[in-house]
């Protein structure tokens, strides 16, 4: 093992999930009122809701003002429909952009550059014809001056945003094909198994890494296993989490039960 190998992640265990939410989202907000211009990256899934309700409760409350902020989020799913309701771009309507006053010019996606006319569909679409869709994305990062502070979640198989084991430390914004774990996870929101999109736009791991503060988060028992191989096991795309080890400002955020197996 090297030294890299051997590095830490800061690691904060809370009590209560909603302690964690709450520590979250004050670092955001102090963020976002010392520097209005703020490049928050975002992710979806169950990980984070509580992070968002509570920018959302700031903003309503305590006048928290996201009119100069710019988002990016990690991913999103290949394949659905224009407008499709199970779209990450519609599930972050729902949960942050339609509570807070991020404008809807500020908030991007990874898709949001590939065309979407009836006569140019994504669907089926070939790899190589998303080429300039995914540079557009990272030069729209690199152009809004990087992310300040990304907001993480960790996929029961090691994932950061969509990029599944395998995926290197210098992979950047692509096509990725979701492995059958992560279709399994997704398959309650799509009904079942086989309405799940085989292919996704995922920022890369060395898009996550340049972002300036990563606040990673995981939460539950079921989280547990993949909580304590990211701090364990050597780093390499293996396990892509644990790359967020050579980061010099990421923080893992976790409740008890996700913290149940980190070995001692
Ligand atoms: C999803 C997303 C990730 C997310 C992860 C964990 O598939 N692409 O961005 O962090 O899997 O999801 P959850 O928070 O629901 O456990």
């Keep these: 093992m090297n030294a890299l190998e051997s590095r830490p992640l800061r690691t904060l265990v809370f009590d209560d999930r909603g302690d964690a939410d709450r520590s979250v989202a004050r670092e955001i907000a102090e963020l976002v009122r010392a520097k209005p211009t ?3 990256g975002l992710a979806t899934g169950n990980t984070p809701v509580g992070v968002y309700a509570e920018l959302a409760r700031m903003h309503r409350d305590e006048a928290l003002d996201f009119s100069g902020v710019v988002t990016f989020n990690l ?10 309701p199970r779209a990450f771009r519609r599930w972050m309507q729902a949960r942050f952009f339609d509570h807070v006053n991020v404008r809807c010019e500020n908030a991007r996606f990874p898709e949001c550059d590939a065309a979407r006319a009836p006569s140019d569909p994504i669907a089926g679409r070939p790899i190589e014809r998303f080429a300039d869709a995914c540079e557009r994305y990272e030069r729209a990062i690199r152009s809004a001056g990087g992310i300040d502070v990304l907001i993480l979640g960790i996929g029961r198989n090691g994932h950061i945003g969509f990029n599944e084991p395998g995926s290197t430390r210098g992979s950047r914004t692509r096509i990725v094909e979701l492995e059958a774990t992560t279709r399994a996870d997704a398959a309650h929101v799509f009904g079942d198994l086989e309405n799940v999109p085989r292919r996704a736009i995922t920022m890369g791991i060395a898009t996550i890494l340049e972002s300036r503060a990563i606040r990673a988060m995981a939460f539950g028992r079921i989280k547990a296993p993949i909580v304590s191989r990211t701090l364990a096991e050597p780093i390499s795309p293996a396990l ?6 050579e980061h ?3 923080t893992l955020y976790l409740d008890r039960d996700a913290a149940a197996e980190i070995a001692r």
Excluded: H, W
Excluded at 75 to 84: H, V
Excluded at 240 to 245: C, D, E, G, S, V
């Design 38 to 40: 703020a490049v928050l």
């Design 240 to 245: 892509p989490a644990t790359f967020l080890r």
């Design 248 to 250: 010099a400002d990421a």
């Design 75 to 84: 991913d999103e799913y290949l394949d659905l429909s224009p407008g499709d």
